[in-house]
């Protein structure tokens, strides 16, 4: 069943990296590798990436990195350590290496880069890099820009071309980087930490932003939480671990070009543009914290307002188990209670409704007389399991819970409706119903972290870790790695 546990062996002197496959599963398997001879003792595979100066004995006490990629995993460690590997750091002290029982974690090598797309075109781009800068990149020798420089950059038939006045650069992927160190590139006109690459995808160039991590985190906690004094800060810190643990989370996806877009389809990232004292104090002050569950990245999930009851994601995103992200009471009175967007409501006429179903197909006609709307079962949140509109002459629609709120939009920017958890008001007179008030509670999907609670759980002192095992209860906070 299980191949060869040196799946792969290639012998670098005095380096070597080994990559093999080791087994684990959901129990808490122990197995353990003597160089050379490996007993496994489980069922599903998982690839580690190891690297050593010399040749070690190692041993893993913890089996519990299930259901991880099976592709390889990208080495980007440093090369001194005993061992790099993005996936080994969560089993702090459970390996032993050499006999030695080395920790995994606090290792500053097992820092990791990440590539964050910042733009995808096929068109050609020109533009001045303003800092002395390096080009450089496979077959291409390093050459140094001592100055600022007009680029031009095209991609045909998966072969990108750099065009400067000291002449022309291909490849598949270019990159550039700052000559001096505190000077930073700039695209798009936004500066940008860590480096520049254009990767051709046949007839595109992308644009990616390649840094280290925690660089990154910089340029994201502050487009998270818009509130800003020492009050909030343990929110802020919250936003930076659940940040980094989607990042990480993304990162070992290993996807082909890049690993996160810079926008809130991932997560909203603006360089160096919008970081500010706090919340890069924030992100120092929880350098390489993540949260894990069972000794891998959590899935983390945040919405704006829980409406007091966070949801279970099964009840939002399908049939899914995560027992960390089931819903929980977000206090007594509810820390979010006291924001703008803790109420809202609604008011349709009969023909809005109308309209909406009909764009939602769920009628082929506009010529429906609306008799009743009701919710017939509600989730422990109060959130509606579903909605049930009547029509004259025609069934029962029932819309799911997970759906209302795509069909019933919010009148004011005509979005999506800001939760399913509201009270209906049927206003009728002899002709019918005239008027439709829905009273809700809550803004967002409801899953995991409630925003406006964690800033007022810090607001009344509660430490960040408290805040998160609040609301993805069963997670540890683990720290990767430090400065
Ligand atoms: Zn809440």
Request: overall charge positive; some cysteine.
């Amino acid at each position: 069943m299980v191949p060869s546990p040196f799946g792969k062996t290639t012998s670098r002197t005095p380096l070597f990296t080994v990559i093999f496959l080791a087994a684990c599963s959901f129990c808490a398997a122990i197995f353990s590798f003597a160089f050379g001879t490996a007993p496994v003792k489980s069922s599903s595979l998982t690839k580690f990436t190891l690297a050593s100066a010399a040749p070690f004995q190692f041993k893993l006490l913890d089996g519990s990195s299930s259901a991880l990629s099976t592709q390889p995993l990208r080495f980007l460690g440093g090369t001194s350590s005993a061992f790099s590997t993005p996936l080994l750091r969560f089993f702090s002290g459970s390996v032993s290496i050499n006999g030695a029982g080395q920790s995994l974690l606090n290792n500053p090598s097992l820092r990791q880069n990440i590539r964050v797309i910042l733009d995808d075109t096929d068109k050609q781009i020109s533009y001045e890099v303003k800092i002395p800068f390096v080009i450089y990149g496979e077959k291409i020798a390093e050459t140094e820009f001592e100055e600022g420089s007009e680029v031009s950059v095209k991609s045909v038939g998966g072969i990108v071309t750099v065009s400067t006045p000291k002449g022309e650069y291909t490849g598949r992927l270019i990159r550039l980087r700052a000559k001096l160190q505190d000077e930073y590139l700039n695209y798009n006109k936004k500066y940008f930490r860590g480096e520049i690459w254009f990767q051709a995808q046949n007839s595109r160039t992308l644009v990616i932003n390649y840094l280290d991590l925690e660089d990154y985190l910089l340029g994201v906690v502050p487009l998270e939480i818009g509130l800003k004094d020492n009050h909030y800060f343990e929110a802020l810190k919250c936003a930076a671990v659940a940040a980094r643990t989607f990042a990480i989370n993304r990162i070992w996806e290993n996807r082909a070009f890049y690993d996160v877009t810079a926008t809130v389809k991932d997560q909203a990232y603006g360089g160096l543009d919008v970081e500010t004292g706090i919340d890069s104090r924030s992100v120092i002050e929880t350098t390489g914290y993540i949260l894990t569950y069972k000794s891998k990245p959590a899935i983390v999930f945040y919405s704006a307002n829980c409406g007091g009851y966070t949801e279970d994601i099964a009840n939002v995103f399908g049939p899914v188990n995560l027992p960390y992200l089931k819903g929980v009471q977000d206090g007594d009175p509810p820390y979010c209670e006291r924001s703008p967007s803790f109420r809202w409501s609604e008011n349709y006429t009969p023909a809005e409704i109308i309209r909406f179903l009909f764009d939602a197909k769920y009628i082929k006609s506009l010529n429906y007389i609306l008799e009743n709307l009701e919710i017939p079962e509600r989730y422990t949140s109060g959130r509606a399991k579903s909605l049930i509109v009547r029509l004259k002459e025609h069934k029962p629609i029932v819309i799911p819970g997970n759906k209302i709120r795509e069909v019933i939009k919010s009148k004011k920017d005509n979005s999506i409706l800001r939760s399913s958890n509201f009270e209906i008001e049927i206003v009728k007179n002899g002709n019918g119903v005239t008027k439709i008030k829905l009273t809700g509670k809550g803004n967002g999907h409801g899953v995991g972290m409630c925003q406006w609670g964690a800033l007022n759980q810090s607001r009344a002192g509660v430490p960040y870790n408290e805040i998160l095992q609040h609301y993805f209860p069963g997670t540890e906070l683990t720290q990767a790695y430090t400065n």
